[in-house]
């Protein structure tokens, strides 16, 4: 992550490492915006209280508790295989060779009719392969195997898998279980009855990315997490109802806001959704919660909206491994994710099959 005077303020992706929260004033002082207390081993932020819950994200690691209302298990790491190998024939994006984290490009990914073909192509290959890892879940299976079989779909359709190699990141798909919110490496931790799995897919295809994600039930699954789920599908498809040309981004934001407070569920704001095409992330940022932000939409543009909602704190927790990400108090997360195209009608969905 990258934190420097010189560094505008920025949020964060849902699968972007690049954390730009400082100020860009070069005579305030990196240690003067952060208090350590060495009996807590905890780290908060001299700052306002919206960014103050982000030294969470970026200094504070996973809770110590071993069960959540003695029910469930907290999340531990598992044993990561080797990345695995993508024929030489297939193209990588730019930024597998140099593993540093590029960032969000600036500029939105407006397409002409090529453009649009191919960003439909990506899109249905990502949808048929996340359809496919769906079907692997169940009690008794290791994330690894996800990641086995979705980096084999991808490699046998010609297509990269986008999140390996970006910046580092050492598997072909994210798998988040239970308190997860996102980039949850796969491992060797199996399923167990009663989990909830959100599996994140992206392929690189001809050039152009396309981005999606779902949350899946794991065997028997109560109520509390069925409903999260279902409410969380819910936001993603209010808020691609509402897009079209010249909408304002932050009606995104206030469609999502407005359903989860319906059903008292926290909105995780550190994540965002984001362009993507010839790039895997570019601007619009796209928020999740209400915000002033004045951007339109623009015809012919593609963009992710991926609401990742909480029955609990809202508060991310970055593990050890700098990619895993947590609720504070290890309550239940959800997402759901489409990569959508700007129409004259509205909105297509471009990661369905």
């Known amino acids: 992550m990258v934190a420097g005077s010189s560094i505008q303020p920025r949020l964060i992706s849902t699968f972007l490492g690049d954390c730009r929260f400082l100020p860009s004033n070069p005579t305030t002082s990196f240690h003067c915006l952060f208090h350590f207390n060495p009996g807590k081993g905890h780290v908060s932020m001299q700052m306002s209280r919206t960014f103050s819950g982000l030294t969470n994200l970026l200094f504070n690691r996973r809770g110590t508790e071993e069960s959540i209302d003695g029910k ?171 897009c079209a040309p010249g909408v304002k981004f932050n009606k995104i934001g206030k469609t999502i806001h407005d359903h989860a407070d319906k059903h008292n569920y926290g909105v995780v704001q550190q994540f965002v959704g984001h362009g993507v095409g010839r790039v895997f992330h570019s601007d619009p940022v796209v928020l999740h919660y209400r915000n002033n932000g004045r951007e339109r939409m623009v015809l012919n543009q593609t963009f992710t909206i991926e609401p990742m909602l909480t029955i609990g704190s809202i508060n991310p927790v970055m593990w050890d491994d700098n990619w895993t990400v947590v609720t504070e108090d290890g309550s239940l997360s959800a997402q759901f994710e489409h990569t959508i195209l700007i129409t004259n009608d509205g909105a297509e969905i471009l990661t369905q099959c």
């Open 72 to 242: 469930r298990k907290r999340l531990k790491p598992g044993k990561v295989s080797p990345s695995r190998p993508v024929p030489s024939h297939i193209p990588r994006p730019p930024y597998v060779k140099s593993r540093k984290m590029p960032g969000i490009a600036s500029g939105p990914e407006i397409h002409d009719e090529k453009g649009i073909e191919c960003m439909r192509a990506s899109g249905k290959l990502a949808a048929q392969v996340l359809q496919y890892a769906g079907t692997l879940v169940k009690p008794g299976i290791p994330t690894d195997e996800i990641d086995e079989a979705v980096h084999q779909m991808i490699i046998d359709n010609g297509a990269y898998p986008s999140p390996l190699g970006y910046g580092g990141f050492p598997k072909s798909v994210c798998t988040s279980v239970n308190e997860c919110i996102c980039h949850g490496i796969p491992d060797s931790r199996v399923l167990e009855d009663g989990d909830i799995i959100n599996i994140d897919v992206t392929v690189y295809l001809n050039g152009y990315h396309g981005d999606t994600s779902a949350t899946y039930f794991v065997g028997e699954v109560d109520e509390e997490a069925k409903n999260l789920v279902k409410v969380t599908k819910e936001c993603l498809d209010n808020a691609i109802s509402i």
